[in-house]
């Protein structure tokens, strides 16, 4: 049996975040933590000490982001980190194996963020998770020729390659063409949806939003897909109607864990409660359930983080595989109609 740390204060948890700068959309995971920390304060904490989020903007500057890391380490040594966004994340990660504490990435898509660390973890989908969803929308729509538009990073660069290796194993002919995440050129873009049946578009969500509105403006008559960060967006958009799309379970209203998150998230900051606030709301209450009766030490978060365990979470049922450093949860085929997201069956 583990021993039980005596009550603490609190136990802190430094968020390196970017409250503003180009990611500064990514405020709603802060929001979403802090909402469940405040939720877990109420009924007592963990072991009898509060949560405390220790919350510093990076300005979504990775320079920055590493000086406060440094700052946070010196006068507070929160017991873990939590950071978004995959740009800001690789920059800590280093840090985070030098000091031999927790970081967490919450939002990151990266493919290589965890590999070959001890220390860093991720609770978020990648590229490779998009996949299933993705290939079952084309194999009901019958598509056989694809046009990918993709942001020209490592995540959109693996996510090319993933798509492009799977749906030739079934015969769908696929044609790439990357844009530039700091000045894409979607005036070009009939080139690489010529006499493709369907077009797949997949980066930044505010990018991918243009992208989609060209091929409108285009009057591109195929099928249009996009990857999961687009479930964020307002299913009321024009652009979106008729687009296929990956989706987490959080926005199924039939699931009342979530639903009820939803309201109280909505009810606080009057604004919708979108997958990446949920990230941050689920992360904050799986953490206070596996320090729980332990040890509240940075190798303990370390160790609880590796073991295997369920965690029944606003995304679904989450099965953990020992040693594993990336907590996934499963996206689901869907369909904006009619101003809504429905999943598909």
């Known amino acids: ?125 990648t590229a490779s998770h998009e996949l299933s969803p993705t290939l079952y929308i084309l194999k009901k729509q019958q598509i056989r020729s694809l046009g990918v538009l993709y942001q020209d990073d490592p995540f959109g660069r693996s996510h090319f390659k993933l798509l492009n290796t799977a749906c030739r194993a079934k015969d769908i002919a696929v044609t790439g063409t990357p844009f530039s995440p700091r000045s894409p050129d979607f005036s070009a873009i009939s080139a690489a949806v010529d006499k493709n049946e369907a077009v797949y578009v ?63 998230y909505e009810a606080r900051y009057d604004k919708p409660f979108i997958h990446q606030a949920a990230n941050g709301y689920d992360f904050i209450n799986l953490l206070a359930g596996l320090l729980e009766g332990e040890e509240l030490s940075r190798e303990r978060v370390r160790e609880l983080l590796e073991d295997e365990f369920n965690y029944p979470g606003l995304f679904g049922a989450i099965e953990k595989q020992q040693g594993s450093h990336d907590l996934i949860f499963p996206l689901f085929p869907a369909r904006i109609v009619d101003h809504e997201l429905h999943y598909l069956r």
């Not at 930044?204 to 403006?217: D, G, H, K, P």
């Open 1 to 125: 049996m583990t021993a039980c740390s005596p009550p603490q204060d609190s136990v802190t948890i430094g968020a390196i975040l970017p409250l503003s700068g180009s990611a500064s959309q990514h405020r709603v995971v802060e929001e979403g933590m802090q909402l469940a920390v405040d939720e877990i304060n109420e009924v007592g904490g963990v072991n009898g000490s509060r949560l405390e989020l220790l919350v510093v903007d990076n300005r979504t500057d990775p320079e920055e982001a590493k000086r406060l890391f440094a700052e946070l380490e010196e006068r507070h040594q929160p017991l873990l980190y939590v950071s978004t966004t995959s740009l800001i994340s690789m920059a800590l990660a280093p840090l985070a194996e030098e000091k031999q504490v927790v970081l967490m990435g919450l939002v990151v898509s990266n493919p290589v963020f965890t590999r070959e660390r001890s220390w860093v973890f991720r609770y978020y989908v």
């Open 202 to 264: 997949t980066g930044f969500v505010q990018l991918v939003r243009q992208a989609i509105s060209r091929l409108r403006t285009i009057g591109y008559p195929g099928l249009i897909l996009t990857d999961s960060g687009a479930s964020s967006l307002p299913p009321t958009l024009a652009e979106l109607q008729g687009v296929y799309l990956t989706a987490p379970a959080v926005y199924n209203p039939h699931y009342a864990y979530a639903r009820a998150a939803k309201e109280r």
